[in-house]
């Protein structure tokens, strides 16, 4: 599994992002599929997560109605689509993905096996 994560930015609050994850091994499907950040100085938390053959999401509550994980399984690629963006979504977004979870821990980072290298998203207002 090697993620790649991109599709961050400088936006303004109220307006929209989207992040991409290629996953180059190919593992799409099997695996469970997540987005966390981290904003300066705070620890790193959950955000979204799709589950195996994008069977299920999970949200973050502050995150719930603003942003849609999704997946494309053909291009091995997890997106997440956020909108109505606001000063406290900035942070360094990272996609994770792991074979063994189960539904109880996908929101615990240190439940993921895989991680990408991070993108900067940066909301002003």
């Known amino acids: 599994v090697q993620l790649q994560a991109s599709g961050g930015g400088l936006v303004q609050a109220g307006g929209s992002l989207r992040l991409s994850c290629v996953d180059s091994g190919g593992t799409s499907n099997t695996y469970v599929k997540a987005w966390f950040r981290q904003a300066p100085g705070k620890e790193r938390e959950f955000v979204a997560a799709?589950?195996?053959?994008?069977?299920?999401?999970v949200y973050a509550d502050s995150v719930k109605g603003r942003f849609t994980i999704s997946r494309d399984s053909a291009k091995g690629t997890v997106y997440l689509q956020m909108n109505n963006l606001k000063p406290d979504d900035t942070a360094i977004y990272y996609c994770a993905a792991d074979r063994q979870i189960i539904y109880s821990e996908y929101r615990q980072s240190r439940s993921y096996d895989y991680w990408g290298q991070g993108t900067l998203v940066t909301v002003s207002s």
């Open positions: 799709s589950g195996r053959r994008g069977s299920s999401t």
